[in-house]
């Protein structure tokens, strides 16, 4: 029964296309595209991808120049912060060589020491704002992220010596 209904298909396709055959289904011959309209089409398209060229370019020199601001400011802003954390650790250590000063002799050495440990860090830190300002793009953040994380240490630690030896007897 299956091949009945089988060949009953193959038949009726074949029936179906001799139809559509036989009843004159033809295809036109194309016709020429007339003279110049395709090298116009191809000149119209190359006009086009160079207007488009010429447009991602500027995008592209337009965000660079505002990336390049971003970035300025954001390295000014960095130069500034620096600069004025280097300052005010600066003066703390000014204080505490003055309460050195004041002090009695076994507390002058102690406080003299200290203050030469953290004064040896700020010249580093000093040296490195130096180099954040000279440093190329790639490693601009690493180098800031770096001062910042070791300036906050010895400002604690800045902080923690004028506490102790407020008072110095």
């Known amino acids: 029964m299956k091949s009945n209904k089988r060949f009953a298909v193959i038949a009726a396709t074949g029936i179906a296309a001799a139809l559509v055959a036989a ?3 033809e295809r036109e011959p194309e016709q020429p595209a007339p ?3 395709t090298e116009r089409a191809a000149e119209n398209a190359a006009d086009s991808m160079e207007r488009a060229a010429e447009k991602t370019g500027r995008a592209l020199e337009n965000a ?8 300025a400011d954001a390295r000014r802003s ?13 003066d703390k ?3 505490l060589e003055d309460r050195a000063e004041a002090a009695s002799d076994p507390l002058k050495g102690e406080i003299n020491a ?8 700020w010249n580093d830190l000093k040296a490195r704002a130096q180099r954040m300002q000279e440093a190329g793009e790639e490693n601009w953040e690493q180098l800031r992220d770096d001062f910042r994380r070791s300036m906050d240490e010895l400002k604690n630690d800045v902080d923690a010596a004028v506490e102790r030896w407020r008072n110095p007897g």
């Open 23 to 25: 009843a004159g289904c």
């Open 64 to 71: 660079a120049e505002r990336t390049g601001d971003a970035l």
């Open 93 to 95: 250590l000014e204080q």
């Open 35 to 37: 003279a110049g309209t």
């Open 114 to 121: 200290a203050v030469e440990s953290m004064r040896t860090r």
């Open 78 to 90: 960095a130069a500034e912060a620096a600069r004025t954390s280097l300052d005010s650790v600066e």
